[in-house]
T-cell receptor
Framework: IQLSQSPSFLSASVGDRVTITCRAS??????LAWYQQDRGRPPKLLIY???TLQSGVPSRFSGRGSGTEFTLTISSLQPEDFATYYC?????????FGQGTRLEI | EEQLVESGGGLIQPGGSLRVSCVAS????????MNWVRQAPGKGLEWVSS????????YYSDSVKGRFTISRDISKNTLYLQMNSLRAEDTAIYYC?????????????WGQGTRVAVAS
């Protein structure tokens, strides 16, 4: 199953609302996760099952979608949100990640 | 605190072998499936391999199938990745990650990673 994220790069400002899209090459139900990765750090789980916020993740992050189209929205960007974001399908092996979206100031 | 700590990375010549390890602490190791994910320099995340909690089931990406072997020692709370016939394209940071129960199959705990460089 291939995942295509868009955009690959996103330039935004503190306080902006941004949305990242992840499209799957086939139906994966709600078996999708979102991760945030700061440079030089391991990924951090943000959202699982397409829309469930991981414990401790700020409520400005939200996820939607099912089937083949999913979105990650950050409602009001904070300085610590400028990072790279990845989607991952956990529906079937081989597990796959999207190519990433780099969010820059 | 639930934690994963990788070790064993290093510089290895093409065609060589290396085993990386991941020690788990703070949770019941055999309750969880475990995974290896790698990230080549400047690139995205690539799933490499998974193993079930009991160790009876293993899965591999096509890029490593037949060369890498995932295993776990429950008595030592340790996950392993034996890497043989290494290639330059295997150069990456190797992360171990826990597949969270009741987390939709997502990877909820990650180690800091161990660097593997394949070069002559």
């Amino acid at each position: 199953i291939q995942l295509s994220q868009s955009p690959s790069f996103l330039s935004a400002s503190v306080g902006d609302r941004v949305t990242i899209t992840c499209r799957a090459s086939q139906d994966i139900s709600s078996n999708l996760a979102w991760y945030q990765q700061d440079r030089g750090r391991p990924p951090k789980l943000l959202i699982y099952a397409a829309s469930t916020l991981q414990s401790g993740v700020p409520s400005r992050f939200s996820g939607r979608g099912s089937g083949t189209e999913f979105t990650l929205t950050i409602s009001s960007l904070q300085p610590e949100d400028f990072a790279t974001y990845y989607c991952q399908q956990v529906n079937s092996y081989p597990l796959t990640f999207g190519q990433g979206t780099r969010l820059e100031i | 605190e639930e934690q994963l700590v990788e070790s064993g990375g290093g510089l290895i010549q093409p065609g060589g072998s290396l085993r990386v390890s991941c020690v788990a602490s703070g949770f019941t190791f055999d309750f969880y499936a475990m995974n290896w994910v790698r990230q080549a320099p400047g690139k995205g995340l690539e799933w490499v391999s998974s193993i079930t909690g009991s160790g009876s089931g293993t899965y591999y990406s096509d890029s490593v199938k037949g060369r890498f072997t995932i295993s776990r020692d429950i008595s030592k709370n340790t996950l392993y990745l034996q890497m043989n016939s290494l290639r330059a394209e295997d150069t990456a940071i190797y992360y171990c990650a826990r597949r969270g129960n009741y987390k939709g199959g997502s990877f909820d705990i990650w180690g800091q990673g161990t660097r593997v460089a394949v070069a002559s």
